[in-house]
């Protein structure tokens, strides 16, 4: 069967609370230019105004929502397999050529497609590097779901060796072949070398996510001359609130400003206990800011040394560096330039391009043979010339 001149068709599956929508959102975008259509089922809470002009904004997408609950939340199991009867559904009446999951719980369901599955974060590593422990036996339910998710997958897909080490450990072992690695991507629309720094610290990320750790930023900001101004919810999904007292706390806003917002500051600080990947940090490179982000195996993995790294458990390191950054301009500088030139080799474009591949090949496993692509041959050639 040739597909040369058939458009594929992605059925893929996003929350709504996390980064996850983020990098769904990207990625749908760059996956058009190769005649790519997304019919993208959402999940969690209900789409807000910002996203749902976000996803109209794609001519190659098509939204179908849900508040089906996630895995990782109390008590999920009835929704997800009402989540489950809805995604088979969708299955039946786009009859979708690849099945796209960033969740794990139906990776295990009796699609015709292939399935990949993508692993951007997951409650045991989520214990291992927050709580330095096992979660409670409460989560032997999840964890079941997770490796027959995983398990039951034609690939699996981590954005950084890090999370796919992580998989494997608590949820393999997996045949080799099934598993690849793709870093996420950024927006280059967003990037841009910044001319005038303005004295301003930030960062961006759920504030209710204790893996986040912004309670160090909290501590630690009375220490320091310049303001720490933070993205993100406080609310959990479960009504909690944590309350912030010396940082500025923007609560949950557009992407778009998130982009303003990177332009406009001089240094971004992370410091999560816990990232798989962190594309918040990778925007803000873009965006030309100095990082500095915590010293854990994904960062170091994704930044090498063009990023400053202190312990996410020691206030004193981060309170040094950023003291430093400040007094120093030329440091300052240097920082963020090396931050940016590293981040334009993590385009989305290119993500897109590694997605598409692996599509292509899942599909020639199951007996398709493919024709050339011209949109993949332009953005492949585009990505070249431009590396």
């Given at each position: 069967m040739?597909?040369?001149t058939?458009?594929?068709t992605?059925?893929?599956?996003t929350?709504?609370?996390?980064?996850?929508?983020?990098?769904?959102?990207?990625l749908?975008?760059?996956l058009?230019?190769?005649?790519?259509?997304?019919v993208?089922?959402?999940?969690?809470l209900?789409?807000s105004?910002?996203?749902?002009?976000?996803?109209?904004?794609?001519?190659?997408?098509?939204?179908?929502?849900?508040?089906?609950r996630?895995e990782?939340m109390?008590?999920?199991?009835k929704?997800?397999?009402k989540?489950g009867?809805w995604?088979?559904?969708?299955?039946?009446?786009?009859?979708?050529d690849i099945?796209h999951?960033?969740?794990y719980?139906?990776?295990?369901?009796?699609?015709n497609?292939?399935?990949?599955?993508?692993?951007?974060?997951?409650?045991?590593?989520?214990?291992?590097a927050?709580?330095?422990?096992?979660?409670?036996?409460?989560?032997?339910?999840?964890?079941?779901?997770?490796?027959?998710?995983?398990?039951?997958a034609?690939?699996?897909?981590?954005?950084?060796?890090?999370?796919?080490?992580a998989?494997?450990?608590?949820?393999?072992?997996?045949?080799?072949?099934?598993?690849?690695?793709?870093h996420n991507?950024?927006?280059?629309?967003?990037?841009?070398?910044?001319?005038i720094?303005?004295p301003?610290?930030?960062?961006?990320?759920?504030?209710?996510d204790e893996?986040k750790n912004m309670?160090?930023?909290?501590?630690?900001?009375?220490?320091?001359?310049?303001?720490?101004?933070?993205a993100?919810?406080?609310?959990?999904?479960?009504?909690?609130?944590?309350?912030l007292?010396?940082?500025?706390?923007?609560?949950?806003?557009p992407?778009?400003?998130?982009?303003?917002?990177?332009?406009?500051?001089?240094i971004?600080v992370?410091?999560?206990l816990?990232?798989?990947?962190g594309?918040?940090?990778?925007?803000?490179?873009?965006?030309?800011?100095?990082?500095?982000?915590?010293?854990?195996?994904?960062?170091?993995?994704?930044?090498?040394?063009?990023?400053?790294?202190?312990s996410?458990?020691?206030d004193?390191?981060?309170?040094?560096?950023?003291?430093?950054?400040?007094?120093?301009?030329?440091?300052?500088?240097?920082?963020?330039?090396?931050a940016?030139?590293?981040?334009?080799?993590?385009?989305?474009s290119?993500?897109?391009?590694r997605?598409?591949?692996?599509y292509?090949?899942?599909?020639?496993?199951?007996?398709h043979?493919?024709?050339?692509?011209?949109?993949?041959?332009?953005?492949?050639?585009?990505?070249?010339?431009?590396a």
């Open positions: 040739t597909r040369s058939t458009p594929l992605v059925l893929m599956t929350d709504t609370i996390g980064g996850v929508w983020n990098y769904a959102i990207e749908c975008g760059a058009n230019a190769f005649d790519i259509r997304v993208l089922a959402t999940m969690g209900p789409l105004r910002q996203q749902r002009a976000a996803a109209a904004s794609l001519r190659n997408i098509i939204i179908k929502e849900s508040e089906y996630l990782w109390d008590d999920p199991w929704d997800i397999e989540a009867e995604l088979l559904s969708l299955e039946a009446w786009y009859r979708p099945i999951l960033n969740n719980a139906h990776g295990d369901l009796p699609w497609a292939p399935v990949m599955v993508v692993g951007h974060s997951c409650v045991y590593s989520w214990f291992e927050v709580k330095r422990s096992s979660p409670p036996d409460a989560w032997s339910a999840y964890h079941r779901r997770v490796t027959s998710g995983l398990g039951a034609d690939r699996i897909v981590a954005p950084s060796r890090a999370m796919m080490s998989l494997c450990r608590h949820y393999g072992p997996f045949r080799r072949f099934r598993l690849q690695v793709i991507g950024g927006a280059l629309w967003a990037a841009g070398p910044k001319a720094h303005e301003l610290i930030v960062s961006a990320g759920r504030i209710w893996a309670a160090l930023l909290d501590r630690i900001a009375p220490k320091l001359d310049w303001p720490i101004a933070v993100g919810d406080c609310r959990h999904p479960n009504g909690n609130i944590l309350p007292y010396h940082i500025r706390g923007l609560g949950k806003i992407h778009k400003e998130l982009m303003s917002l990177f332009a406009q500051a001089s971004y992370s410091t999560a816990y990232e798989p990947f594309l918040s940090s990778l925007e803000a490179g873009l965006c030309g800011c100095a990082l500095v982000l915590p010293d854990i195996p994904g960062s170091r993995e994704i930044w090498g040394n063009n990023a400053l790294f202190a996410p458990r020691d004193d390191e981060y309170v040094a560096i950023l003291r430093r950054l400040i007094a120093e301009p030329v440091l300052l500088n240097r920082t963020a330039h090396a940016r030139a590293w981040a334009l080799r993590y385009p989305v290119l993500t897109a391009l997605y598409h591949g692996l292509c090949r899942m599909l020639r496993e199951r007996g043979t493919l024709g050339k692509d011209a949109a993949g041959d332009t953005v492949h050639n585009m990505i070249r010339s431009t």
